[in-house]
């Protein structure tokens, strides 16, 4: 299963909502989970089952969608949340495949 | 909590055997309901899942790697370990290890937590 994301870069400030977008090949519904991955660090689960936030995550994190379209929004930017997010499926049987990264930059 | 850490030496000549071992702390590794995970990720790009493995031994690759790839455990150690014979500059990357979690939930299954990750180069 392919997992394209969008945009794959980003530009903002902090305070700005941003969105990022996941698309999938097939309908992944709802094994679709996001990571955030800060520079030179491993990545960090954000949200699993497309919309439920892992324990300890800030809740200006939300995830939502469902098929083949998902979405991870940032309520409020904040400095911390610069980093690359990343989608994986993990629908039916491996391989479990991720987006290419979406990298969001301070405007 | 459980963490878990990578280990192994960082270079690998090509055409070797890449080895790496991932010892699991503040858990067992035979918990039962975990599958454990080895993913990669070259220098400024994505992340690749490479194969999975249970406590019983049972394991899943990656067909793109599958002829390459043994993944295995030591129950005795809380460890498992990555082999991937055959390596090029292509194998160069920095190598993560997760507890593979999600399966009683019935929603799925996630990487968390990962390790460090370390970074395998493969030059002669």
């Known amino acids: 299963i392919q997992m394209t994301q969008s945009p794959s870069s980003l530009s903002a400030s902090v305070g700005d909502r941003v969105t990022i977008t996941c698309r999938a090949s097939?309908?992944?519904?709802?094994?679709l989970n996001w990571y955030q991955q800060e520079p030179g660090k491993a990545p960090k689960l954000l949200i699993y089952?497309?919309?439920t936030l892992q324990s300890g995550v800030p809740s200006r994190f939300s995830g939502s969608g469902s098929g083949t379209e998902f979405t991870l929004t940032i309520s409020s930017l904040q400095p911390e949340d610069f980093a690359t997010y990343y989608c994986q499926q993990t629908y039916s049987t491996p391989p479990w495949t991720f987006g290419q990264g979406t990298k969001v930059e301070i405007k | 909590q459980v963490q878990l850490q990578e280990s192994g030496p960082g270079l690998v000549k090509p055409s070797q055997t890449l080895s790496l071992t991932c010892t699991v702390s503040?858990?067992?590794?035979?918990?039962?309901?975990?599958?454990w995970s080895w993913i990669r990720q070259p220098a400024g790009k994505g992340l690749e899942w490479i194969g999975r493995?249970?406590?019983?031994?049972?394991?899943n690759y990656n067909p793109s790697l599958r002829s390459r790839v043994t993944i295995s455990v030591d129950t005795s150690k809380n460890q498992f370990s990555l082999k991937l014979s055959s390596v090029t500059a292509a194998d160069t990357a920095v190598y993560y290890c997760a507890r593979d979690d999600g399966y009683i939930s019935g929603v799925g299954n996630w990487f968390d937590p990962w390790g460090q990750g370390t970074l395998v180069t493969v030059s002669s």
């Open positions: 089952a497309a919309s």
């Open positions: 493995i249970y406590d019983s031994g049972s394991t």
């Open positions: 097939q309908s992944v519904s709802p094994y």
């Open positions: 503040g858990g067992s590794i035979t918990s039962g309901t975990y599958y």
